[in-house]
């Protein structure tokens, strides 16, 4: 999988800004928002997308809003093979779900299928056409001691070990929904690592930062984002001391480098729970957290995740 992990704590920048940015753009887009992208599948089921930009970006969230009959579930989106799941949201009668674009999608036009099950059989209800553009996530060029950089043969063989377990996590699917409402900052504290930066390390291409650093003191307590199973609690060689919670429906949290981790696998956690402690285990220059979203295997931006309870009449308001 290659994930992320060279984390690092330096030129932070006020996280504050960052999500003013982000609500900024949402408001100027909002009208784009609004623009209808659907089309009628059938007499019996009028559907129409009522929310989704008909651009959207490597690496981002969104949420679809889709009007039609309530009697009509389950329902879901399908984009490039994988399924994301539309809940019915009462009592507007709305099917509301989040899609996540993963970072690596070629920039492309695609078509994205809305459709339900019926009888062990998808049956589609609206088509609809998506671009996806280009986002420029920068390059990081970073200098690390060799021994962390350099792995010997017993290492390599222990980081594939940790990734191909990664990765299986990450392809699994419950089809509870588990999360309520909005994500939440794991952390307080500054953003010192953007997600997406394509990294050099000691001269060498290495993978992309798959999550964002948050810079805290030692010690500062880290939440769970929302609801879910807490599925992993383990050391990890790059991610140090980790914590994942799958929150359903293909929808995967993760904290990485800390200085002590305080769940239990297997035990559910409320949004809030205390989930461990900010530190620098694994590979890292300072004490921070770094924070990593996973939808249906998609890599996002957690920024652009919390972006999303600015929406107006939104299901994951509440
Ligand atoms: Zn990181």
């Known amino acids: 999988m ?4 060279v984390c690092f704590s330096k030129n932070g920048v006020n996280f504050m800004k960052i999500l003013f940015r982000h609500f900024l753009k949402l408001f100027i887009f909002m009208p784009c928002l609004m623009m209808l992208a659907g089309t009628l599948a059938s007499d019996e089921n009028h559907f129409r997308v009522e929310s989704l930009p008909g651009v959207v ?4 969230v969104y949420l679809i809003r889709v009007l039609g009959p309530a009697s009509v579930k389950p329902i879901y989106a399908e984009f490039r093979g994988a399924r994301f799941p539309l809940d019915l949201s009462e009592p507007k009668g709305a099917h509301e779900g989040l899609i996540g674009i993963d970072m690596d999608t070629p920039p492309s ?3 994205m299928k809305i459709a339900k099950k019926d009888q062990g059989r998808d049956v ?5 056409s998506l ?8 390059k990081q060029i970073l200098t690390l001691p060799s021994a962390m950089v350099d792995l010997d043969r017993k290492t390599l063989e222990r980081v594939h070990q940790e990734e191909k377990r990664l990765n299986g996590l990450f392809h699994g699917f419950r089809e509870e929904r588990l999360w309520r409402g909005a994500f939440i ?4 504290g500054e953003l010192s690592g953007a997600f997406g930066f394509r990294r050099i390390i000691n001269g060498q291409p290495r993978s992309p930062h798959t999550g964002i650093d948050l810079r ?11 609801s879910g199973i807490v599925v992993l609690v383990e050391a990890f060689f790059f991610s140090g001391k980790s914590v994942i919670i799958d929150h359903g429906q293909g929808f995967y ?4 480098h800390l200085s002590e981790t305080l769940a239990e696998e297997g035990k559910k956690v409320e949004k809030g729970s205390l989930l461990g402690r900010v530190g620098s285990t694994g590979r890292a220059t300072g004490p921070h957290l770094h924070w990593g979203i996973r939808m249906n295997g998609a890599r996002v931006d957690p920024l652009s995740l919390l972006k999303i309870r600015t929406h107006p009449e939104n299901l994951f308001q509440q």
């Open 2 to 5: 290659g994930d992320p992990i």
């Open 57 to 60: 970006k490597q690496g981002e």
């Open 109 to 111: 036009t695609y078509e």
């Open 124 to 128: 589609p209800l609206v088509q609809l």
């Open 131 to 138: 671009k996806v553009e280009k986002t420029d996530f920068g």
């Open 185 to 188: 900052l794991p952390v307080e």
């Open 216 to 226: 805290a003191k030692e010690g500062t307590p880290v939440v769970a984002s929302n």
């Open 253 to 256: 949290s993760m904290y990485f």
